[in-house]
């Protein structure tokens, strides 16, 4: 650590001497695009950190440039990036003027999830892959959890016939190691990723970045299947948005959705807020005809802003903000209070969260210093029981005390970050960055009636250096390490990374190896309390578990070949990580309450291995096909004996071998839309907790180990929007229909004895919507 802080100040105080005479040499002109000026085009010259970007009328300028032969570069999102050759001369102004063209394909976006700093995706050694907001306003995404689902090696799994938690699968490896970044900061806590995913808004979006394999060099414990990171909207220009969406699924069960979103910009285009807010109500769905619903009841309020403030040149404030409210309840007789139902999950979530960065450039543009904090609050009431049967004692006992429980969860982390450019590094250049930062989680989960209490705080310090050299135009070498102390880890981490690009006439290669950990802490996507025979699961930590560590290799082809009338490419990735001490689950008696208890343990090694092959196409800006498949296979080394009664497996559960999707789009015309989507699921073997000799329902007796159906779920959707520019404002109509072939599971269980967890396929049956959008042109 001293000596990563060392290097710090002495990069700092070196830099210093590097900074460049005053030339007086500028650039000014504007970006058009069809005969429109364009506001907020990135402006810059290459190979350098000397950028702008355009005002409300399309203009900009760039001051004291240095001098010689450069590269000015002209780019924005959606449009293809423009590149002019400039001779640059002390003391002397030209004027360079650009046209861009739209661009039909996203293939060179500006990310920032791969690094920390801001790449061309060509460039970044790291694969990352971008869905923008517009895309899952297409798809009729309306949240986070619904919208990742179309993105290569990810798969979006439900968990709870009663309470519909979900988690995100990426590489074949369980929600708890891929790592939810908002706005590039991990304030999503365990507990959020239970219900979060559900609960953040596509409205809220404006792209969202996945980088797949281990990102430990980089983001620390939980990131060892990866890195989602979800970019918030800033304003580009004044604007509004309003929609209303009416679903009917199944034809029996009502989903309304509000969604309403406002951009302000300041006329010196130097200040911005953007405003969101959601509504929604979903009624129950219970799909078999038992009283028991498969969809929860939900009702959801949210809003929030992003905000930016240029205070001085090259400085930059931005702050964020979003409110959540959700109410969940599942089960039976919604019409009582929980605890008087046969069986219900009951949830009322309150989650506040935000950040604040301050970042400035510095050293003629040649070093930039970030600092920020950010964190969230969740308050959450809940229930989770089953109504013992009439005069017993239990059910007196019940009446008295019923199940109801407290959650308190606190995120707070702060951090500070300085990239430094080194313009000739043996012959190439290269961008240092260098960080610390500190995380601190509390949660305090209670439930008195099952004498169950989690009181958990975890606190890690992380530093990081990395290496991003660009050795020649076609290569470039990744490297990076990050120490970790976790206070639930004995001894320091470190976490190497190198990833390595080569690249030439429209095609990458890379390679990259990783290594990360993942710390005991208790609350994840394992620890939910679930149903099961009549009774409760709990899932406790075993007295002596200890950290998971990981390593990953991964190698990927990337090629894209653009023409006058159409674009194609694919990307083919292999993976192969290996988990040391693994996390398992093991059944392991019951609790004084009777309740099953699940003990985490560390089990031997496991190994997740496969490949994910992606196929993009667009023809003349009419049709434009995005695709992704894994074949993957994920094993322990020995049995892990999930249950008492049945044998074990190496197999891991709930992870199909093959799952993938697809979304045709088409556009004939301006205002007409028609997309085309499906996310398939293979099989794969799915837990069932028998009900016990007792139960007369028809549910199995006995526990059972169910190899699942493949499933295919098919959406569509068609919108036409009417263009009155003449007063300024769009309205455009839509409808679709999700799930359209209604491929769902069909062996729930039925009744209070069910076993809650035995929930896969598709999130929801056939589901018919329509909607109609206002905004401004």
């Known amino acids: ?323 959540m409210y959700e109410y969940r309840r599942g089960g039976d007789r919604e019409d009582l209070p929980a605890y008087l139902a046969e069986q219900t999950e009951d949830r009322t979530h309150n989650v506040l969260m935000g950040g604040l960065d301050y970042g400035f450039s510095f050293n003629d543009n040649q070093s930039s210093l970030d600092v920020y904090v950010a964190g969230q609050r969740t308050d959450r009431d809940h229930y989770t029981g089953i109504l013992p049967e009439k005069g017993t004692s239990e059910y007196q006992e019940h009446l008295e005390n019923p199940p109801y429980g407290l959650t308190e969860n606190e995120t707070y982390m702060g951090g500070v970050q300085m990239n430094h450019m080194l313009p000739d590094f043996f012959g190439g250049k290269n961008n240092m960055t260098f960080g610390t930062e500190y995380n601190y989680d509390m949660v305090l989960d209670e439930i008195q009636a099952y004498d169950y209490l989690l009181d958990q705080t975890t606190r890690n310090f992380g530093a990081y250096v990395q290496s991003d050299w660009e050795i020649t135009k076609k290569w470039n070498l990744l490297t990076g390490v990050r120490s970790d102390k976790h206070n639930m880890v004995d001894n320091l981490i470190f976490s190497p990374r190198v990833s390595l690009l080569y690249k030439q006439n429209g095609m990458q290669l890379r390679g990259s190896w990783s290594t990360g950990f993942r710390a005991p802490q208790a609350f994840d996507s394992d620890m939910h309390i679930a149903f099961a025979g009549g009774g409760i699961q709990r899932v406790v930590l075993a007295d002596d578990l200890e950290e998971e560590r990981s390593q990953s290799w991964s190698a990927s082809l990337n090629y894209d070949k653009p023409t006058e009338k159409y674009i194609w490419g694919v990307t083919v990735e292999g993976f192969y990580t290996t988990l040391y001490d693994a996390f398992i689950l093991e059944e392991n008696g019951t609790d004084p309450n009777g309740n099953v208890i699940l003990e985490k343990r560390n089990g031997n090694n496991s190994t997740v291995k496969g490949i994910t092959m992606e196929a993009r196409a667009n023809y003349n800006k009419l049709w434009q096909l995005e695709a992704g498949y894994t074949i993957q296979s994920s094993q322990f080394d020995e049995a892990v004996k999930w249950s008492e009664s049945i044998e074990g497996t190496k197999e891991y559960l709930r992870t199909p071998d093959h799952y993938g999707y697809y979304t045709l789009t088409y556009n004939p015309v301006w205002g007409i839309k028609a997309a085309l989507s499906g996310v398939y699921t293979g099989s794969m073997l799915v837990p069932h907790f028998g009900a016990g000799p007792g139960d007369t329902t028809g549910n199995p007796i006995n526990d059972e180990l169910v190899k699942s159906d493949p499933f295919m779920e098919t959406n569509i959707k068609i919108s036409y929007a009417l263009d009155w520019r003449y007063v300024g404002v769009g309205l455009e109509f839509f409808g679709g229909v999700q799930n359209v072939f209604n491929a769902y599971q069909d062996d729930f269980d039925i009744g209070k004895n069910r076993d809650s967890n035995y929930v896969y396929g598709p999130a929801r049956p056939r589901t018919i919507y329509l909607g109609i959008k206002l905004m401004n042109l």
């Open 1 to 323: 650590m001293k000596y990563i802080l060392n290097l710090l100040v002495l990069t700092i105080l070196s830099s210093t001497t590097l900074t460049a005479q005053k030339s007086d040499a500028n650039i000014f002109g504007d970006v058009q695009a069809e005969g429109e000026h364009l506001p907020f085009v990135s402006v810059y010259l290459k190979d350098t950190q000397h950028g702008t970007m355009t005002d409300l009328s399309g203009h900009y300028m760039l001051t004291n440039l240095p001098e010689g032969e450069h590269t000015l570069v002209a780019s924005l999102m959606g449009y293809k990036p423009v590149e002019k050759k400039v001779i640059i001369k002390k003391g002397e102004s030209q004027e360079v003027n650009f046209v861009m063209e739209e661009q039909v394909m996203s293939l060179d976006d500006i990310v920032i999830t791969g690094t920390k700093t801001f790449k061309r995706k060509t460039e970044s050694a790291v694969v990352v892959n971008v869905l923008e907001g517009k895309k899952l306003e297409m798809l009729q995404a309306g949240t986070l959890s619904e919208g990742l689902a179309f993105q290569p090696g990810l798969r979006m799994e439900t968990d709870c016939q009663t309470c519909n938690y979900t988690q995100l699968r990426m590489n074949g490896l369980g929600g708890a190691y891929s790592q939810i970044l908002i706005n590039s900061r991990p304030v999503f806590s365990p507990l959020t990723g239970l219900y979060g995913l559900e609960q953040i808004p596509t409205n809220m979006i404006e792209r969202i970045e996945v980088v797949r394999g281990g990102g430990s060099a980089l983001y620390g414990a939980g990131a060892i299947g990866g890195t989602v990171n979800v970019i918030t909207k800033v304003p580009e220009s004044s604007s509004f948005s309003a929609s209303t969406t009416q679903s009917v699924i199944n034809g029996d069960a009502s989903d309304s959705q509000v969604f309403a979103n406002a951009g302000i910009l300041s006329d010196r285009k130097n200040a911005g807020l953007t405003l969101f807010a959601t509504n929604r109500k979903r009624e129950s769905y219970d799909h078999n005809g038992d009283g028991f619903s498969e969809l929860p009841k939900l009702k959801n309020n949210s809003f929030g802003f992003t905000s930016f403030l240029l205070p001085a040149p090259n400085h930059k404030l931005e702050a964020s903000f979003s409110s």
